[in-house]
């Protein structure tokens, strides 16, 4: 058994560029909240929500990096 949620393409906050978000490979850990998770982004876990009209994650590893947090 996978000790993740996804592995996937999600949009990436210090990526954004203008009007676009980066588009890279990130991995949802664990469901924390109502559309809140934990996500690992070049080994840095921050919080992600999910958007479904886009059918992608948004991670913010800006403002949402977690100290302390294990999987």
């Known amino acids: 058994m ?22 890279v490979e990130a991995t949802i850990l664990e469901k924390i909240g109502d559309n809140l998770y934990i996500a690992d982004y070049n080994g840095v876990r921050c919080t992600a929500i999910f958007n ?14 977690r100290e302390g947090v294990s999987a």
Do not use: T
């Open 2 to 23: 996978n000790s993740y949620i996804d592995r996937c393409d999600c949009f990436i906050h210090s990526l954004k560029n203008g009007d676009d978000m980066g588009l």
């Open 52 to 65: 479904p009209f886009v059918g992608r994650y948004y991670v913010d590893d800006v403002y949402g990096v």
